[in-house]
């Protein structure tokens, strides 16, 4: 029976080694639910790194987290630890990264880092050629593993593949300067279906496929050797029932409230309002422009110290990376600055959290707040903007969306705004706290029905429908 591999960077589960004891926890984050019908459809399999470094592991105990990853339908691909610092931290994360977010200043292009890159594509291919058979379909996720399609087309040209990128594809201009980019291109082009969040990153590829690698594309169709493949854009979704049935949970008068709840109830008596911030810190989400504009409100609406509150959460990432680093002290420091300078005795303008937070917290916070304010600078799609969203089971609260994410192309019921206007962000802001509550309620009805609609787990199945879709087409020239 043909199966489906599912391949990135990290496996969906968490493996923890205690001095006698090997625990591996299944992750419950977005990508994992909608692969779900994917991944445990017939024999399928997922392949990527374990989280832990190989030589972090005896030979015997590396056999063992083998043994354990594999009940759980998944194969882990050893990386040592040059090679997380040098494909993962170095090139996928110092130059990849911020070249597609548009973050040329922040972009290092490193020989022994593409060399890395290059070497560890390999390493996967291996492991996804050691597990494949005749007949079986292949899914490759985001910017760590671009070079894999093509490598498994060059061994396996009869294989179906796809490729879906989570994170922007940036204009021609910006990715012509890539050192290496025809390279990526090609290794791109084994997929034989390309998926982007929205038609521009879509149309970004495609220009520079034909002015980079010269190719005849038609419409959305690309000619390449023999080949036809095929490039189309699928917005990603939430998982929207756990989310709006949480929030339903959570909101029942017999559950006991949490003590983040309370807290957050405490200070939000009638006439202050809360407004919410969730991002990974990292400098593409936006986080110290959104401070800055934050006091620009505060300067320019004074009647506004004391009602409102900003909770900020920054969930901890890759906090090797020197710019991570200097993000999280200038953020560090810019709240300090803002709340010194307008704290009274019994008013904090920002709480800010620096940590991860379970499940329920978030979604205490999520259904606590008045206004969600996510403001990237650039940001593939952005699924917290979609989770606020969800929660709203009472219909009311206001999303207040950057134009730069992804997010906006299909939710223009929000408040779209440009993350650096100071001036727009403080107007919208000052518009969504006076919103009336039927507007706010009709706005919340109409991205809750296109969020319900098209769930993760629909964006999963009509991208390998697609998928699916060109194993078809690729039949069909065969016997012509
Ligand atoms: P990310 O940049 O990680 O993803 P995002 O889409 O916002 O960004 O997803 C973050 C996820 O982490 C959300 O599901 C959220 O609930 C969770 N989360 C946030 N804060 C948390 C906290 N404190 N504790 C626990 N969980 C928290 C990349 C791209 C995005 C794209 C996604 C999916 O950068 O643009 O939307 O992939 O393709």
Redesign the pocket.
Known sequence: MNKTIIVSNRLPLQVSIQENSLEIVPSV???ATGMKSVHSEGNGIWIGWSGIPENDLSPDLSKKVQTKIRNEKCVSVPLTSQDIEEYYEGFSNRALWPLFHYFMEYTEFEQNEWDAYKRVNENFAKVVLENLEDGDTVWVHDYQLLLLPQLIKDQKPNTTIGFFL??PFPSYEIFRTFPWREEILKGMLGSDLLGF?TYDYERHFLSSIKRILRLEVQFNEINYHDRTIKVDSFP?G?DYDKFYNAALEHQKSSIEKSDLRKRLEEHMSEDKKLILS???M?Y?KGIPNRIKAFEYFLDNYPEYKEHVRLVM?A?PSRSNVPQYQKLKRETDELVGRINGKFATVSWTPIWYFY?????DD?IDLYISSDVALITPIR??????AK?YVATRTNGDGVLILSEM???SKEMNEALLINPNSYKDFAATLKRALTMPQDEQKTRIKFLQKRLKRYDVEKWATEFFKALEGTKKLRQGKVTK
Do not use: Y
Request: charged content about 20%.
């Open positions: 984050g977005g990508l989570h994170i969040h990603m939430i969730i991002d990974r990292d593409t959460l969930v940590r991860s937070l379970p499940f978030l940001d593939g799609m952005n699924l917290v989770e994410a992804g997010a």
